[in-house]
C-alpha cells in the first residue's frame, strides 16, 4: 500500500517526494543519505516536466552508484521522461531493465512497467503488442492505481481493439472504462489529476494515418476525442494544452490521409484511376463530417476556454473541405478509356447501348422436313 502510494505521488507530481518509503529500512542509514537526495531531485524535474534534467539526472546518479536499492526507481523515472518526449524506443530498453531488476521483489513496478510498454508500442504503431502489454498489466491490476486500473487502461485497451477491427473487445472495454470513471471522479476531485487522467484515457500516441487503416484509426479516435475534450475543459497547467495538441495533430493527420490518397499511376485509364480516388477521398471525408458532428453534439462551446476555440475552429474548417469534397463535379464515368471504347462499338453497330430498339431481322426462307418448297 506504501509503495502505490508513493507511485500516485510520482505519477501527479506532489512535492512531498521521499523515496524511502519503497525500500528497506537499511536505506534509511547515512550511507544512502545521498542517493535519496539525489533521487529527490531528479523526481522533482520529473514533476517540473523536466525532461532533458532527468535524464542527465538519472545517467549521473547511475554513473555514481552503479550498484544501488533505487536503481529501478530512476529507470522508472528515466522512462516516464522518454515516454512524455515520444522516444519509445529507447523508453522500451529501460523499462525492460526496470521490470528484469524489480522481478520477484517488487510487483507494483512490474505492472507498471506493462502499462507503460503498452504506451511505447502504441507510439511505435505496433497495435498488438500495445494490446497485449496492456493486457499483461490488466493481470496485475491489483498493483496498479485506482485510475489507472479502472479507467486508463481499460480505455486504451478498448482503443487497440477498435484499430485492430475487433469491436465487441472495444465495446466491452469501453463500458468498463465508463464504469470505472465514475469511480475514479468520486474519488479524484483536484482538476489537474483528473485531466492527466483524462488524457491517459483519450491518447492514441503519434498515431500514423493512411487511407489501408483509416477507418479503425478514425473510430478509435471519434471516442478518444472526448476524453481528449474532458482534459482541456478541465484548463490543467499542463495535460490540458497536451490533449489540445493531440486533437488538433490528430485531426491534421486525418486530413493528410485524404489528401494524400494517390491515383493509381500504373492503371492505363487515369480517368478510372482518378475516379476511383475520388470515390476513397470521398469515403473518408465522409468520416470527417461524422467525427466533426460528434464533436459538437458531445461539447458545448465555452468561449471562455481559448484553447476550446481554436480547437473548435480547426474542427470546423476541416467540416467545411470534407463538404466541398462531397459536392466536388464527379470525374464522369463515360470519359474512361473502357467507357469510350464501348461508346465507339455501339457507334459501329457491333452492339446496342441501353435501351436501344431490338434489332428486326429479315425473315429468311424456311422448309420443314418432309416437304418439297412451292415453284
Known amino acids: 500500500m506504501i509503495r502505490r502510494i508513493l507511485l500516485l505521488f510520482i505519477l501527479i507530481g506532489v512535492t512531498s517526494c521521499s523515496t524511502g518509503g519503497r525500500f528497506s529500512r537499511k536505506l534509511d542509514s547515512p550511507r544512502f543519505q545521498d542517493q535519496k537526495s539525489f533521487v529527490r531531485i531528479i523526481e522533482k524535474d520529473l514533476k517540473e516536466h523536466k525532461y532533458l534534467d532527468v535524464e542527465e539526472g538519472v545517467e549521473s546518479f547511475i554513473k555514481n552508484y552503479p550498484v544501488s536499492a533505487y536503481y529501478p526507481t530512476v529507470l522508472l523515472y528515466w522512462s516516464y521522461a522518454l515516454i512524455r518526449t515520444s522516444r519509445y524506443s529507447e523508453a522500451v530498453e529501460k523499462i525492460e531493465k526496470m521490470m528484469a531488476a524489480s522481478e520477484g521483489h517488487n510487483p507494483l513496478y512490474v505492472a507498471e512497467g506493462y502499462y507503460l510498454l503498452g504506451q511505447c508500442y502504441e507510439g511505435l504503431g505496433k497495435t498488438s503488442e500495445a494490446v497485449s502489454a496492456f493486457l499483461d498489466a490488466e493481470l496485475r491490476q491489483e498493483h496498479l492505481l485506482l485510475e489507472v486500473r479502472v479507467a486508463e487502461l481499460p480505455a486504451r485497451l478498448a482503443a487497440g481493439y477498435l484499430r485492430s477491427g475487433q469491436y465487441k473487445e472495444a465495446q466491452r472495454y469501453y463500458q468498463k472504462a465508463e464504469k470505472g470513471l465514475i469511480k475514479v471522479r468520486r474519488k479524484i476531485k483536484d482538476s489537474n489529476q483528473l485531466a492527466r487522467i ?168 424456311r422448309r420443314l422436313p418432309g416437304k418439297k418448297e412451292k415453284n
Open 198 to 365: 483524462y488524457y491517459k484515457m483519450g491518447s492514441l500516441g503519434p498515431i500514423k494515418i493512411e487511407s489501408k487503416n483509416f477507418e479503425n484509426n478514425v473510430r478509435a479516435f471519434e471516442k478518444s476525442q472526448s476524453y481528449l475534450l474532458m482534459s482541456v475543459e478541465l484548463k490543467g497547467d499542463y495535460w490540458s494544452p497536451r490533449a489540445s495538441d493531440d486533437l488538433i495533430g490528430t485531426y491534421n493527420k486525418i486530413w493528410s490521409a485524404i489528401e494524400s490518397v494517390k491515383i493509381d499511376e500504373k492503371n492505363e485509364d487515369q480517368i478510372l484511376a482518378r475516379l476511383n480516388q475520388q470515390k476513397r477521398q470521398r469515403e473518408m471525408a465522409s468520416y470527417v463530417i461524422s467525427l466533426a458532428n460528434y464533436f459538437e453534439v458531445a461539447n458545448t462551446p465555452n468561449p471562455k476556454i481559448k484553447i476550446y476555440n481554436r480547437i473548435s475552429k480547426v474542427v470546423q474548417n476541416y467540416k467545411e473541405k470534407a463538404e466541398l469534397l462531397l459536392v466536388q463535379p464527379t470525374v464522369r464515368e463515360e470519359n474512361t478509356e473502357a467507357a469510350k471504347k464501348l461508346d465507339a462499338l455501339k457507334r459501329e453497330g457491333k452492339i446496342k447501348g441501353v435501351g436501344a430498339p431490338f434489332e428486326v431481322k429479315p425473315k429468311l426462307p
